[in-house]
């Protein structure tokens, strides 16, 4: 049982299920929960076990989790490794490490996520806030003016482009769609508790709630997964919403959607940046040229993956 461990053995404990969690199962009991100490493994690739990507992930998950449920900081685990939590405390932790194990986003479990220099609630109707995506929103401040501006945000979930974009840029007007309510609940509150309360917020898919306005600026992270990616079968990306991931057989729909769709949204000169695949950019270049986009460039993620594509709209379509 954890209830009579120490704050060290705890995390050792942790690395050990989560690791575990990626390996092959290699005993009968291989499923049982850690509380029973009887589980080294359940599943997936023993490569794993030798990353150190991986094993600093492990490290760093269960730090958080304990972190957590102990209601204190990282480093007061680092300091006071000897300490004993309470057998309360202690099976509280066991239940977050099962539901991480499982496959669970480490942010649904904790209840927030870091985004550009904002905190923000996420949960299962909403995407996890990606670090890739920030190349967005830096995109999007280096093409944008200085001064006002009309801004919109195509299916923002957490709000987190939106509202990274309006703590940044005080004179843009930014408004923000989703088709999802319970998104917007979210995009609302953390819009709240940012202290960005003026972001405007619409229900809607895409460009359809947003008849007879226009924008300078339109950025988006639409799903650009193709239906039936067999990565879509990962346990984490399970447990987020499929409607935010998935579009067609491809993973094109939603983009050339918005494509087709921006010029009769966008001012004169105005700009359109979009996230999508690393082996999407050729394929959506192709689709804002087609659509009459100039200076259409893409980008790539501090990985090196091609990650968005932006266009100028012309005023003219081919």
Request: hydrophobic share 40%; net charge negative; glycine share 8%.
């Amino acid at each position: 049982m954890a209830g009579n461990l120490t704050i060290d053995a705890l995390l050792s404990l942790g690395v050990e299920r989560l690791s575990g969690a990626h390996s092959p199962a290699t005993a009968p009991d291989a499923a049982a929960p850690i509380a029973n100490r009887g589980a080294t493994s359940l599943c997936s690739d023993a490569a794993h076990l030798a990353s150190h990507r991986d094993s600093a992930r492990y490290n760093l998950d269960t730090e958080l989790l304990l972190a957590h449920a102990l209601g204190k900081t990282r480093t007061h685990l680092k300091t006071h490794p000897e300490l004993i939590p309470t057998p309360e405390q202690s099976t509280h932790y066991v239940d977050l490490l099962e539901r991480r194990a499982a496959g669970e986003p480490i942010a649904y479990i904790l209840g927030h996520r870091d985004f550009w220099t904002l905190t923000l609630a996420v949960n299962p109707s909403v995407l996890v806030p990606r670090p890739e995506t920030e190349l967005l929103v830096e995109r999007a401040l280096s093409l944008g003016p200085r001064g006002p501006a009309a801004v919109v945000d195509l299916g923002t979930g957490s709000g987190a482009i939106a509202l990274a974009l309006a703590s940044e840029r005080a004179q843009w007007a930014v408004t923000a769609t989703d088709v999802s309510p319970d998104a917007l609940n979210t995009a609302r509150a953390n819009a709240a508790a940012n202290e960005l309360t003026r972001v405007e917020f619409i229900e809607g898919q895409w460009f359809g709630p947003l008849k007879n306005r226009r924008f300078d600026l339109v950025v988006s992270n639409p799903p650009y997964v193709s239906e039936g990616d067999a990565a879509l079968k990962d346990p984490t990306l399970q447990h987020e919403p499929q409607i935010a991931l998935a579009s067609g057989p491809d993973g094109m729909s939603a983009l050339r959607e918005i494509v087709h769709a921006a010029p009769d949204y966008l001012e004169r000169h105005g700009w359109l940046i979009l996230e999508h695949g690393s082996d999407q950019a050729a394929a959506v270049a192709h689709e804002l040229v087609g659509r009459g986009f100039g200076h259409v460039r893409s980008h790539r993620d501090l990985a090196g993956h091609w990650r968005l594509t932006e266009g100028q709209w012309t005023g003219h379509a081919p």
